[in-house]
């Protein structure tokens, strides 16, 4: 099992923990998360680009001159494509780009970004984060002493609200719940700045 150091609030060490090896020390899987990551972002897209097709422009039906002996071309709508301001041909319409993916493959991924943090050094577990009220200057003040990258998602869990009130208004830090992480939020941060109970709590869910 992997073994990482366990920091208190201050960044002073004061013991070790040893991580579950089914989620913080496999070999982390990149097609997977590859994979993971393209759903995530598409499962974010509005799909509401549109765009009108020669039925839906302005303009009128009427054919603007006759078939033949004029010596131009042929032309039966306004609204054809090939003129200005007519329709457009093959836009986008409104649509779903949202996909799933199998669930042992997400778990997978989630398992892979997060032994990927251990094999970079890049996670930072602490036991606990004592507010008695939200303090921003405090946890700024914790994270310089835990050596936290400007650009760092603070996992802990919903009961320790006044670290999450703390931590939320500092630039480059995301705060998410431990039932909330996902795979997109931690590649996509520096650190990864961990509760100790937020690491139990997903220990639980994905071992």
């Not at 097609?31 to 020669?54: C, D, E, I, P, Y």
């Not at 919903?158 to 998410?176: C, M, P, Q, Y």
């Amino acid at each position: 099992m992997p073994k990482v150091a366990l920091f208190d609030m201050r960044g002073a060490q004061i013991d070790e923990i040893e991580l579950n090896d089914n989620v913080f020390g496999i070999e982390p899987n990149v097609a997977v998360m590859h994979q993971f990551v393209k759903m995530q972002l598409a499962n974010k897209r509005q799909g509401t680009s549109s765009t009108k097709n020669r039925s839906e422009v302005r303009g009128t039906g009427r054919k603007p001159w006759r078939q033949k002996g004029t010596g131009r071309a042929r032309a039966g709508s306004r609204r054809s494509p090939i003129w200005k301001g007519g329709g457009i041909v093959f836009g986008p319409k409104p649509r779903d780009y949202s996909y799933t993916m199998p669930r042992k493959m997400r778990r997978l991924a989630m398992r892979s970004a997060l032994s990927s943090k251990v094999v970079d050094q890049q996670i930072i577990i602490v036991d606990g984060f004592d507010f008695d009220q939200p303090k921003t200057k405090v946890m700024a003040e914790s994270l310089q002493a835990l050596n936290a990258a400007k650009k760092t998602l603070f996992v802990s869990t919903e009961a320790d609200i006044n670290a999450f009130k703390s931590a939320r208004n500092l630039e480059g830090v995301k705060v998410v719940a431990a039932d909330f992480i996902n795979v997109y939020d931690i590649l996509n941060h520096e650190t990864l700045l961990m509760t100790k109970d937020a690491v139990a709590r997903v220990e639980e869910v994905f071992a």
